[in-house]
Nanobody
Framework: QVQLVESGGGLVQPGGSLRLSCAAS????????MGWYRQAPGKERELVGT???????DYADSVKGRFTISRDNAKTTVYLQMNSLKPEDTAVYYC????????????WGQGTLVTVSS
C-alpha cells in the first residue's frame, strides 16, 4: 500500500533552517503531484506548497521566498527546505500525494513537528 513518511522536523531558533523529507513507497511516485501542508495548534490545515510531475512549484504567500520544494523521483522523495523560519511557522507538517500514481485518491503522511522558538 501507499506509504508516505515525513522526517526532519524538530526545534529550531527563529531565523534558522530545516529540511523536511517525505519518502514515498507503494506508488508510482513520478506520476504524483506532491504537496506540503501544515497545521498549527488550534488552526486548520493549510497548504504550504506543491510540486507537479513536471517539477513546477507553487507556494502559499506566507512562505514565498523562504521555503523551497523539490523532488527526487529516483529516491521517491519530496523535500521542503525551510529558511528564515519564524515562530508562526510552528506546526505539524504533512506531505500529500495526489494524482495518477495514487489512483486519484489523495494519500497523507503522518506528519512531522516543527517548532520555531528561542
Amino acid at each position: 500500500q501507499v506509504q508516505l513518511v515525513e522526517s526532519g522536523g524538530g526545534l529550531v531558533q527563529p531565523g534558522g533552517s530545516l529540511r523536511l523529507s517525505c519518502a514515498a513507497s507503494g506508488t508510482s511516485f513520478s506520476l504524483n503531484t506532491m504537496g506540503w501542508y501544515r497545521q498549527a495548534p488550534g488552526k486548520e490545515r493549510e497548504l504550504v506548497g506543491t510540486i507537479t510531475t513536471g517539477f513546477a512549484t507553487d507556494y502559499a504567500d506566507s512562505v514565498k521566498g523562504r521555503f523551497t520544494i523539490s523532488r527526487d523521483n529516483a529516491k521517491t522523495t519530496v523535500y521542503l527546505q525551510m529558511n528564515s523560519l519564524k515562530p508562526e511557522d510552528t506546526a505539524v507538517y504533512y506531505c500529500k500525494a495526489s494524482g495518477r500514481g495514487v489512483g486519484y485518491r489523495d494519500r497523507w503522511g503522518q506528519g512531522t513537528l516543527v517548532t520555531v522558538s528561542s
